[in-house]
C-alpha cells in the first residue's frame, strides 16, 4: 500500500505563491507519474501539473506559464511552486501516484489540501 501525504496549503491573497508538497511512502514498484489535481467546488477534477519518472512535466492549460512541478527521486516527493495565484485556483488540490506494477498502473490519491486565493 502506498500512503500520500500533501501540505502546503493554505490561504493566500491573489498575485500571491504558495508551495505544495507530497511525500510517497509504502510500497511502490515504479513510479509512473506523480503530481497534482484540484477539484473547485461544483466542478469535476482536474489535472493540475504531473511528472513523470523520466521527469517531463505536463500541465493543465489554466496554469502554464504560473506553476512549476518538481520532483525528488530519492525522497518519493514531488513539489508544485504556485505563483500569480488567481482566485480561481481555489480548490481542493489531490496529489496522485501512479505506480507501475508488472505492466498494470495503479492510482494512488492523497486526501487533498486546500488552497483559498482570495482578498
Known amino acids: 500500500q502506498v500512503q500520500l501525504v500533501g501540505s502546503g496549503g493554505g490561504l493566500v491573497q491573489p498575485g500571491g505563491s504558495l508551495r505544495l508538497s507530497c511525500a510517497a511512502s509504502?510500497?511502490?514498484?515504479?513510479?509512473?507519474?506523480m503530481g497534482w489535481y484540484r477539484q473547485a467546488q461544483g466542478k469535476p477534477r482536474e489535472l493540475v501539473a504531473i511528472?513523470?519518472?523520466?521527469?517531463?512535466?505536463n500541465y493543465g492549460d489554466s496554469v502554464k506559464g504560473r506553476f512549476t512541478i518538481s520532483g525528488d527521486n530519492a525522497k518519493n516527493t514531488v513539489y508544485l511552486q504556485m505563483n500569480s495565484l488567481k482566485p480561481e485556483d481555489t480548490a481542493v488540490y489531490y496529489c496522485?501516484?501512479?505506480?507501475?506494477?508488472?505492466?498494470?498502473?495503479?492510482?494512488?490519491w492523497g486526501q487533498g489540501t486546500q488552497v483559498t486565493v482570495s482578498s
Open positions: 496522485n501516484l501512479v505506480d507501475e506494477v508488472k505492466r498494470i498502473l495503479v492510482n494512488y
Open positions: 509504502g510500497t511502490i514498484f515504479n513510479i509512473n507519474a
Open positions: 511528472i513523470t519518472g523520466s521527469g517531463t512535466a
